[in-house]
Antibody, heavy 119, light 107 residues
Framework: DVQLLQSGGGLVQPGGSLRLSCAAS????????MQWVRQAPGKGLEWVSA????????SYAASVKGRFTISRDNSKNTLNLQMNSLRVEDTAVYYC????????????WGQGTLVTVSS | DIQLTQSPSFLSASVGDRVTITCRAS??????LAWYQQKPGKAPKVLIY???TLQSGVPSRFSGSGSGTEFTLTISSLQPEDFATYYC?????????FGGGTKVEIK
């Protein structure tokens, strides 16, 4: 089965850090661009970050640039999102997904993980 | 950044109805548009990509059309399992963006 299994997330205080991970199986991870998308409670979808299949280039939404870092380990079929200097407005369910501009879609998606930033 | 405007934001319809959702891009994106369905507590699921290509396994009652700046998602005969929120997404250039969503509810 093609699958993305997420881990990490939880409750963190403003200014704190958190690391999300996404483990891929059932497809050739090293051939796929990967993405992070978030959804604040009761709100729509917001693209967060992308990384190329080789990991040599990354893109970020303006709202997270300079605070979040996307990375991947193709030997372990794993995608990561390091989130620093977290703000209350970063509270959301975070999804990883495979795909991007070349694929013209995001598929599959991880199950999502909740990040809550609160004091 | 490319802005996507979806309309309507809310839609009340009955089983068997034909439903159309529109997505307008702030600049031309060729056919680089995808449509997703999301149910409460679940990850989005792709329905249509490249504006009109049906994702494998998606029922044929779903269809997409358009190019440039105006796109539509049509459900030819609404089924009970189709009540959900639908999002368009441009995959033409970064930053990738989503429309605001259309919630389809039972009349």
């Amino acid at each position: 089965d093609v699958q993305l299994l997420q881990s990490g997330g939880g409750l963190v205080q403003p200014g704190g850090s958190l690391r999300l991970s996404c483990a891929a199986s059932g497809f050739t991870f090293s051939d796929s661009s990967m993405q992070w998308v978030r959804q604040a409670p009761g709100k729509g979808l917001e693209w967060v970050s992308a990384i190329t299949s080789s990991g040599d280039s990354a893109s970020y939404a303006a709202s997270v640039k300079g605070r979040f870092t996307i990375s991947r380990d193709n030997s372990k079929n794993t995608l990561n999102l390091q989130m620093n200097s977290l703000r209350v407005e970063d509270t959301a369910v975070y999804y990883c997904a495979s795909g991007g501009v070349s694929a013209r879609k995001f598929d599959p998606w991880g199950q999502g993980t909740l990040v809550t930033v609160s004091s | 950044d490319i802005q996507l405007t979806q309309s309507p934001s809310f839609l009340s319809a009955s089983v068997g109805d034909r439903v159309t959702i529109t997505c307008r891009a702030s600049q031309g994106i060729s056919s680089s548009l995808a449509w997703y369905q999301q149910k409460p507590g679940k990850a989005p699921k792709v329905l249509i990509y490249a504006a009109f290509t049906l994702q494998s396994g998606v029922p044929s009652r779903f269809s997409g059309s358009g190019s440039g700046t105006e796109f539509t998602l049509t459900i030819s005969s609404l089924q009970p399992e189709d009540f959900a929120t639908y999002y368009c997404q441009q995959v033409n250039s970064y930053p990738l963006t989503f429309g605001g969503g259309t919630k389809v509810e039972i009349k």
